[in-house]
Every structure is written in structure tokens, then in C-alpha cells.
């Protein structure tokens, strides 16, 4: 088989990969997309064509010893003898095996170790497989350029994402801004479906002998699939949407978020069901444009936030938004009342304090006021002395929110806006805590009314 043949097997993705004459090329990419695949289809037939010697370098052995097979398959479809043994190296006083594949023509490829000393004294075109998951990829990286690039062979640096502060992303930020001369790939699951890879994968399931044609349904029903069993919305960014992870820089971990969810947890699904005899905490969040304002009320049983009532709206007027406060707060066990002030909530606020006198405070959503918001909110996560319900949309809203430091060193809260919202059941649920906290009297411990389930 030639190799325009062996291309025909490739999505158009995996052709621009092989095709690439770029000095250096770096591949933000989806998982188990078949990029390590199709590299060793290009490590294959540049030994072929007489490149030199290339060698790998994977984040484990097992990884590198798939890549050898990877290798040998493409070198039998190509009917090319290749011998592969295993040969050992000493470094750093320890001794080293790698996997080499010799090719009749001399050339060899070498799957080797992740230890940069290990492209020292060496020369030949390099490949770093899931660089962002090396131990330390700035010291790989280094070793590794002069190993390629000195002599004018070629750097390929590929992975998937492992979380915002790696050495892999800080390459691929430096790319996109034109910092690092770097030919750039960036290919999402949903990149890869639309390139036929569900197709594909029919193909070697079925063991068909062609690639069947595109059949845009199933394409969905197969992501769907793949996405409804991934465990959160942050996980299937890394994993499949080319996103690092940004749990490390969340205020709150999915664990801590995880730790106060309560299965089948009671909540009432409006203000006439909220019949408890306790005292109520609420807060509002007001939504500006397409993000929605949320009603959060707790009641404080102890020292704990029970989760009462949870009241979303979306496209909802101000007029509708008010009488839903105004009869909350007709519920005399409803204690106070917090209530984003920024913007468009200053004239709801006024209205309702007006109303409501001290039972109603307007807060106005400036950085110091989201920080002593925010920062108490996390204790209460950290002590579990919250109960939520365990649903989906809730623990991606609270998982939202970033602290950052400014250049000024002034420390901000804040989430980017998506198609879910702004973080607005955070802020909600902070107001709502808030309430308890602020209010001026000092509260008995009525009794608990557990939930189902807990």
C-alpha cells in the first residue's frame, strides 16, 4: 500500500497533522481522537522517505510501547521491514529501556524516556506525546529543540489539557499570540465528529472495508452519548473541548461543592410551600441581559444552611420578578432579605426596602463586597455547614467562580459568562447566607427536618 493510500484512512484533521512542513507544530487536541495514530503514520513514512531518526517520548511506558505498535502496523500496511528491539541507555545512574524500530534503509524510530537527558547527544526529528502530563515540561522542551531544530528537523509537541498553569499550555498561549513561531492545531471532539471520526469508528467496529457515509444523526446521538456520561462539565472541557481545567483556580472544588449536596433533598417549588415554622434567609440575584435572576432562601437550623427554596428566572420582567419577592416576603418567617443592588436590581431593591424596611438590604456587587460575600460562603462549604440540592446545573454555577489577583494586586470573584448564566446561583446562595449572618438577633436552633435519603 503507498502512502496516498494510507492517508485515505484519515479524518481531515489527522491530514493537516501528517501534512504539516513546519518546523515546530503543536496540537491542542480532544482525547482519543487518533493523533498519536497518525503520528506514527508520520514517523513511518519519513523513515521511509530517509528523514533521519526520530524519537519519541511519552508520559509512561505503556503509552510508548503502543506507539512502537502503532508504528508496526503502519510499517506492515506499507510493506516495510522494520525490526523492533528493546535497547537500554544508562542515565542518571539508572538504566533506561527504549524501544527501537530499525528500518532497512538505516533509519530508526525511538520510543524512549520522558527524562530530557534523555535527547541529549541526540539528533532527529522529536515527538512529545501528552506533553502538558510530563513531570517537568519546560526541561523536556528545552533538550528537545536543539535535538530537532538545530539540524532542521521537526518538533511535534501534542496533548490534551492538564489544567491552565502547565508547561504544554503556557506553549500554546505563547502560540496564539504570536510569541512562540509554532504552527498551531486545535482539534475539539466536535471538531472530530464533523470530521467523520464517529464514521470512522463505525468503520473498525463493523470492520468494514470502506468508511460509511456521514449520517449527521447518529453523529449527535454519538456525542450526546460521550457527553452525558462524562462527570461534569468541567471534565468533558479538558477532556474533549481543547479547555484546561480550571478546578485549581475555582473558589469552590467540586469536592467541597460535593460534600454539602444532598440526594432527594426537599425544596419547595413555590413561596406557598414553604410551611416551615423556622426562620428564613433569603437571597436575590438579579440577572442583567440573558442571565438569570435567582431566589435562594435557607433556613438556619443550628448552625447549618438548609437549602429551601430555589426560584429561577429567565426572560421573566421586573414587574413578575418584584411580586415573587413581595410574596416571599409576606411569609413573616422569612427573617431578611439580601438582594443584588448593581444595576438594574437598584430599583427593585429600593422598591422592596421601602416596602419591607429593615427586613430588605441592598447590596451594591462591588470587588470588596463579592469578596466578603464570597470568602464567608467558602467557610461554610469547608465546614459543611450548607445542604444543596445534588443537581447539575447547581454544582457547575458554584464550580464557576475564579479568584484571580489583578496587576494592582487587588483580589477578584468573578466567572465567565456562558449560556447557563453568570454564576448567578452562587451569588444567590451567597446572599442568602449573608442574610443569616447579618441579621441582628440572635437565633434558637429549631429542629432539623431531614430530607429523604439523608
Partial sequence: MVSSDLTNLLCPFQKRWLNDESPLAIGEKSRRIGWTWTHALKAVLDRIAGKGNYYHS??????????IDYCSQWADMANQVAAVKEEKEV????????????????TKIVAGSSNPKFFRSKGGAVGLDEFAFHRDGRELYKAAHATALFWGHQ??????????SSYFNVMCRAAEAGELKASRHKVTIEDAVNDGIVERIRMRREKLDHVPPADLDARQAWLDELRSTCPDQDTWNEEYLCVPSAEASSLLSYALIGGCEVANLQVASSTADLTTTGRLYAGFDVGRKKDLSVLWVNERVGDVHWTRRIAEFANVNFTAQEDACVQL???RAVRRLCIDSTGLGMMLAERLSMRFGHRVEAVNFSAPVKAELAIPLLRLF???QLRIPARAEIREDLHKIRKTVTAAGNVRFDADRDEAGHADRFWALALACHAADSAKERLPAPVARKPIGW
Fill in 155 to 164: 518538533l511535534r509537541i501534542w496533548s490534551t489539557h492538564n489544567g491552565p
Fill in 58 to 67: 511519552s508520559a509512561d511506558q505503556t503509552a510508548s510501547v503502543e506507539f
Fill in 382 to 384: 469547608q465546614d459543611r
Fill in 329 to 331: 416576603m409576606n411569609n
Fill in 91 to 106: 542515565i542518571d545512574d539508572s538504566e533506561i529501556s527504549s524501544l527501537v524500530m530499525r528500518f532497512a534503509n538505516g
